[in-house]
Each structure stands twice: as C-alpha cells, then as structure tokens.
C-alpha cells in the first residue's frame, strides 16, 4: 500500500485520495499523498491540458500542475524537437511529435500529441493549446504510472475495512461439532474466537454471526475416492446462541451456534466456518471483522471389537475356543487363567472373548491433549459385542486432532481377572478433507482413503480396532488375514 497509515487513532478515510501534502506548488511523485492529489499534480485530463497557460488571464479556475514548463513543449516550438515512429497493434507505423514530461513530479514520455494544425496556430494564444490532445500511446504511458498506483491504494482501502481478523481455533472439547444421529446431521458449532487485529484494536459490543459454507456430495461420502457434489454452495449463517457480543485480544472466547433449524447434513463436503463481526474496531463505529477456517469433513468415529479373535504364536484363533485355550493352559484344566495350585502358580493367558463394556471417547486440540474419563468424555457407549463394528459418532474438527478411549472390558468368568483394569491411551486424529482446492492455477481434489477390515469401511484417521492381547507378548498376526 503506498500510504503509510496509522491505524491507531484511525485516519480518517480521504487520506487515501488527499492527504494535505499537495498545495498546488509542489507537484511530486512520491507516495506519501493521496491518489487524487498525485492524478492531480502529474497528468493531464480532457479538460485540463495546459490549463494554467489557457486561463491564467480569465477568471475561470484551473489547477497550477501540469504546466508548459513542466514539459519539453518549448523544444518542439523552437523546432529542435525530433518526430518519432511508433508502430501500432494495427502493425501500421506512425510518425509523429510527442511532447514529454520530464520535472515537475512523475515523468512521462508521451505526455500530450500535437495536433494536425498545431503548427499553424500563434503559440501565444489560447486556442494553441486546444490543439494537443493525447492518443493510445499517450493512455499507455498513463496507465503505466496510474493503475499500479490505483491498484495499491485500492488494496490499501480494503485493508482498511477489513483489517479486523479474528483467529478460529478448536474449544477444549476438540471438536467444532459432533453427531451420533447421522439423521439430524450437526445441530450445534462451537468454536473459540480470538480478537488479532493489529494495532491492538478492540471489538467490543458488537453482533457475532457464524457462516457456513459447504457443498453437498451427491452419493454416499464415506468410501474411498471421488463422489460428485452439487456445483453450488449451500450457506448456513446463524448468529451466537448466548449473546456475546465481544471477542477479546488478551484470550479466546467460546462461541456457540444452535443450527436446530438449520443443521450441516452429514454429506457435507467442502466446509469452511467464516465468523462475521460487526461492530466497534478500535475507534471505528460499523466495521467489519472476519475470521475464515478451513475445517474437516463429516469424519466417522469407527470402533471395531476384535476380541472375537486372538493372536496365538503368529496365528489367529477364535477367542475361548478348545484350540486357543489349548495353546496356553499349563496344567490342563480347560481353563486359560493364572491360578494357584498345589504350591505352585500356573501362569495362563487370557484367550477368551470379551465385550466393550464401557468406552468413553474424548477428543482434544493437538495442543491440549486431554485423557478420556467416565468423567470427562465426549461419547459414552456402554456395550460393544465381540466381533463386531460400532461408527460410533461423526466429528467436525481440525484435520489434526488427538483422541482418547478409556475402555473396559466384560469378564467371562469371575476367576479371570487377568487384564481387565481399564485401558487409557492417547491417538493422533487424522480427519476426512473431502474438498476442491485452488493450487498453483489449477483446481486439485482431496478425497479420503478408507481401510477395509474384516468386510467394514473404516476411517483408519479417527478410529480403533481394539484386539486382545496376543500370546506371547511379542507375538504379530497379519490384521488384513483376518
């Protein structure tokens, strides 16, 4: 932007066409005055060509700057100044004088034409200068200086209204929404705001908006590839559900959006969140500030409870089967637990088949990674039958994104306590991009990329395939034999 402003008492907006530094004598070139005072000073309209010669005698008002003396005119009416050929886009040369700017400001070499009869005419009197006009070559020049000139203010302009940028980020539950009734799509958003404009400039006491912006797959999202979209997008836009009205600089706020009447269908791709404040930005009554996040896609939660199977020595067995428990019972008794008898300690392993008896699911920033508790989750499910899938739930989220499960497991006999404490750990999420980007010039898709296990579709980024504990430890099967 060629005009340095100072936002912190806010400029007022004409200083981007007059800023008071031309006073009519002191035509320049540099960027510290406005677009007008600079258009002004260094170039020549229909109505002002050599204005200050045609009416310096009259009462008619005219600007100082450009003038004769600013120009190499006196060269051409001493005959001194020399024609010049220049080849139009009609490929036909043109031979002709072109009078010059060269002080007075910007320097323009084909500044003003002399016409036809301007040679024919006194020089001394006003209708002389009528005769200049400029041509094609001259609106070259112009637009030369001009329009990088215009297009750096206009971007300054536009910096100004929209200079108020708010920072989306995940809330601590680390989803921006989430589902289990794929039916009702995703009813509610919440995401923090964080006020970074420069300058520190405040939003107080304003109206905050959230848009939505999505395209709709047109077959069923959840496999791997390419599916068709609508060629439009959709847009949701729903102002905060508890009545803020400020997005503070020193920390996030929690923002909140009930889409109960409108909700994002869980065939969703492309989606953007964009959060429209409008309202005071430092001293500006009105302003606009905005804030745009590229989210995830719908992304599928996928458990898979592969304790139907165990891992014995390299090889699968159906869990609790004659076979399985044959493997690992030392003191042949049909059963496959540790146990203490005559004096001395059996040392067994649990081969049977056991059912998710409680899994609690919590998600969290990369930044914040949280543990998952049966007081601090996200999703509860209480039963997951051996041998079976269970999608648990659909995320909105970052494309990164950590994850906990805190499970425990179904006891098939009173006896067997072996391993069943509660497992708790900590995954790096991975979230479905399903959308159209603009790259290098060209338009490139991103699609997902689903892994198949044991007949399922399953989002390998969000996801869990929970196995029971092979024999011995160090003991690897192939999952995809399964």
């Known amino acids: 932007m060629p005009l340095n402003i100072s936002i912190n008492n806010l400029v007022p907006i004409t200083q981007f066409y007059d ?114 006009f400029r041509d094609d070559k001259c609106h070259e020049d112009y637009a030369q200086k001009l329009i990088p000139r215009a297009v750096g203010y206009s971007a300054g302009l536009l910096n100004y209204f929209f200079r108020g940028n708010i920072e989306i980020t995940l809330p601590d539950t680390g989803v921006y929404g989430k589902t289990d009734n794929p039916a009702n799509g995703f009813t509610e958003v919440k995401l923090l705001a964080k006020n970074i404009t420069t300058n520190n400039e405040e939003m107080p006491n304003g109206s905050i908006e959230l848009v939505i912006k999505y395209k709709l797959a047109l077959s069923d999202p959840f496999q791997s590839g390419m599916v068709d979209t609508a060629e439009e997008y959709t847009y949701i836009v729903v102002s905060e559900k508890d009545g803020k009205n400020t997005i503070p600089r020193d920390n996030a706020v929690e923002l909140t959006f009930d889409l109960t009447q409108n909700p994002i269908p869980l065939w969703a791709t492309d989606v953007y969140l964009q959060i429209v404040f409008k309202g005071k930005l430092g001293m500006e009554e009105g302003a606009v500030a905005v804030g745009l996040k590229d989210i995830s896609e719908p992304t599928p939660i996928d458990v898979y409870n592969n304790n139907d199977k165990i891992c014995i020595n390299g090889m699968w067995y159906e869990a609790g089967s004659d076979s399985a428990i044959a493997q690992v019972d030392a003191n042949d008794d049909g059963r496959a637990w540790t146990v203490y008898e005559n004096g001395q300690w059996y040392e067994e392993w649990d081969v049977y088949q056991h059912d998710i008896k409680n899994m609690y699911i919590r998600f969290s920033p990369v930044t914040d990674p949280k543990n998952a508790s049966p007081t601090d989750y996200s999703y509860h ?32 006999d009173p006896d067997d306590w072996w391993g069943h404490l509660p497992s708790q750990s900590i995954y790096p999420g991975t979230a479905i991009g399903r959308q159209t980007n603009y790259i290098d010039g060209s338009y490139v898709d991103t699609y997902p990329v689903f892994y198949n296990f044991r007949g399922s579709d399953m989002w390998w980024g969000g996801g869990l395939i929970y196995i029971n504990w092979p024999y011995p430890a160090d003991s690897q099967c192939i999952l995809s034999l399964l």
């Open 19 to 132: 800023t008071n530094s031309y006073d009519g004598y002191n035509a320049s070139a540099g960027i510290n005055q406005g677009l007008a005072e600079y258009t002004n000073a260094n170039f020549f309209s229909n109505d002002t060509l050599f204005a200050a010669e045609q009416y310096s005698f009259g009462n008619k008002h005219y600007f100082p700057y450009p003038k004769k003396s600013s120009t190499n005119l006196q060269e051409y009416l001493n005959q001194n100044l020399l024609p010049e050929v220049i080849v139009g886009e009609d490929n036909i040369p043109d031979t002709s004088f072109w009078i010059k700017k060269e002080r007075d400001g910007e320097e323009i070499e084909h500044f003003v034409r002399p016409g036809y009869f301007t040679k024919y005419i006194n020089p001394f009197i006003s209708l002389y200068y009528r005769t200049f």
């Open 381 to 412: 499910t209480s039963n997951i039958p051996a041998g079976s899938l269970k999608r648990a739930l659909f995320i909105l989220t970052d494309y990164g994104f950590k994850y906990s499960f805190y499970i425990t497991r179904t006891i098939p």
